[in-house]
Nanobody, 120 residues
C-alpha cells in the first residue's frame, strides 16, 4: 500500500497564495508521476497539475501562470504553489501518485483531500 499525507490547505483572500504538500510513503519502488486534482461542490474532479519523474509538467488552462508544481524525488513529495488565487479556485484538492512496487505493479493512489477556500 501507498500512503499519502497532504497539508497546506486553508482559507485565503482573493489574490493570496497557498502552498500544498503531499508526501508519499509505503511500498514504493519508483514514483512515475505526481499531481493535484480538485473538486468543487457540484462539479466533477478535475486535473490541476501533474509532474512526471523526469520533471515534465502539465497544467489546467485555468491555473496556468498562477500555479506551479514541483517535487522532491528523495522525499517522494510533491508541492503545489498557488498564487493569485481566485474564488473559483475554491475546492477540495486531492494529491495523486502513480507508482510502481518492487514487483513493478502499478498503483494509483489518492490523498484524503485538503480544503482550499478563497474568499474575502
Amino acid at each position: 500500500q501507498v500512503q499519502l499525507v497532504e497539508s497546506g490547505g486553508g482559507l485565503v483572500q482573493p489574490g493570496g497564495s497557498l502552498r500544498l504538500s503531499c508526501a508519499a510513503s509505503g511500498r514504493i519502488f519508483r514514483v512515475v508521476a505526481m499531481g493535484w486534482y480538485r473538486q468543487a461542490p457540484g462539479k466533477q474532479r478535475e486535473l490541476v497539475a501533474t509532474i512526471t519523474n523526469s520533471g515534465g509538467t502539465n497544467f489546467a488552462d485555468s491555473v496556468k501562470g498562477r500555479f506551479t508544481i514541483s517535487r522532491d524525488n528523495a522525499k517522494n513529495t510533491v508541492y503545489l504553489q498557488m498564487n493569485s488565487l481566485k474564488p473559483e479556485d475554491t475546492a477540495v484538492y486531492y494529491c495523486n501518485v502513480i507508482s510502481l512496487s518492487s514487483t513493478l505493479t502499478r498503483r494509483d493512489s489518492w490523498g484524503q483531500g485538503t480544503q482550499v477556500t478563497v474568499s474575502s
